[in-house]
Nanobody
């Protein structure tokens, strides 16, 4: 069973930056597609971006150029670096993992991610 623990959320002013972390409890996080999703109050869960096991990275258009996903393989941790934040980025952010390689049809679909963390709140004012 894979466990994911997010951290790094908090409150920040518009234009600011935050770095979220997700610790992945597996022997090698490199074997998994690691994704970030977010859910604002009253809205559906939205895909933010993912880093696949082969190194491919993909982002939602809404965050492209502002958010960056990276991975520390030695520590089995994936990061979401968020810059130029706006109030529209306010949401609970979730880390997700899945052993299956993603395609154009599955990057953004929460259905294709087997394991989920409990989330970390980001509030931008």
């Amino acid at each position: 069973h894979v466990q994911l623990v997010e951290s790094g959320g908090g409150s920040v002013q518009a234009g600011g930056s935050l770095r979220l972390s997700c610790a992945v409890s597996v022997s090698s996080a490199n074997d998994y597609c690691l994704g970030w999703f977010r859910q604002a109050s009253g809205k559906e869960r939205e895909w933010v971006g993912s880093l696949d096991s082969d190194g491919r990275i993909n982002y939602a258009d809404s965050v492209k150029g502002r958010f960056t996903i990276s991975r520390n393989s030695a520590e089995n941790t994936v990061y979401l670096h968020m810059t130029n934040l706006s109030p529209e980025d306010t949401a609970m952010y979730y880390c997700a993992a899945d052993p299956r390689r993603k395609t154009d049809d599955s990057w953004h679909d929460a259905f294709w991610y087997m394991f989920w963390g409990h989330g970390t709140q980001v509030t931008v004012s």
